[in-house]
């Protein structure tokens, strides 16, 4: 087997492994909760495995899980950026790989989330490298080429947000801070929504609650949730807050 050379290939292997789902007894199906280093085309919204994608006309039909993921994964490192975790931009990703995986009645590797695996966003695609800053002396120091990573996902439901901040408000519900009293009129309106469910952990398609099932939090709160360990519920966060 060869390995790609390309990122134009690589893409290639990855709008073919969205056909998946039409060929479930497929070893390529099967194995979707075991893939653990996942790569995002953004101009597609295309999720793909490094196995899958790392070698040269790979289809779902021929596809047989040879070769390591070692390999094929140090290869697309070469068009790719791997995520830092924990970061938004990991975690936003992630939620959309779930949702994803869960209507395929599969789920995210365990290693995706805190092991050796991760997802990975195209360099040429996604990314900007600027020039390093001068150095001059004292306490000035340069700091090498600077990586600014810009993301496409999909939008969640806004009239399920609208309607979540109707009857929960505008104020974070972690740590009660409200834009608009800071900042005036630039703040008013401003805030995330926060799913107490998170999407990439359920199974299944199901119908949002707006009540019980989202809450508006401010970016820090937002991050924070998503950094817990376990159950990441509002009462656990409240409680990191207290205890700080």
């Keep these: 087997m060869e390995l790609v050379q390309s990122l134009s290939e690589a893409r290639e292997n990855a709008l073919r492994f969205q056909h998946v789902a039409k060929k479930p007894d497929s070893i390529a199906f099967k194995q979707l909760g075991r893939y653990s280093h996942w790569f995002y085309f953004p101009d597609h919204k295309a ?6 994608i790392g070698y040269r006309g790979t289809t779902v039909a021929n596809y047989q899980s040879r070769g390591t993921g070692t390999d094929t994964t140090r290869v697309l490192k070469r068009f790719f950026t791997k995520l830092d975790r924990p970061s938004q931009a ?23 989330l805190s092991g050796t695996g991760g997802i990975y966003l195209p360099r040429q695609a996604t990314a900007t490298v600027r020039e390093p800053i ?57 805030i995330h929504v926060h799913h107490l469910n998170p999407l990439r952990t359920i199974r299944r398609s ?39």
């Design 47 to 52: 999720f793909a495995p490094s196995k899958f």
């Design 90 to 112: 990991f975690d936003n990703l992630l939620e959309d790989l779930g949702e994803w995986l869960h209507a395929l009645s599969s789920d995210v590797s365990a290693k995706t």
């Design 134 to 190: 001068a150095s001059a002396p004292g306490n000035s120091f340069i700091e090498g080429a600077r990586l600014n990573v810009t993301q496409s996902r999909s939008e969640r439901n806004p009239a399920a947000r609208a309607r979540c901040l109707k009857i929960h408000g505008i104020t974070c519900h972690g740590c009660n801070f409200n834009f608009e009293k800071k900042y005036g009129p630039l703040g008013a309106g401003f």
């Design 206 to 244: 199901y119908i949002v609650d707006a009540e019980r099932d989202l809450v508006p939090l401010c970016p820090n709160c937002h991050a924070m949730i998503h950094r817990l360990i376990g159950e990441q519920s509002l009462a656990a966060l409240r409680q990191h807050i207290a205890d700080a």
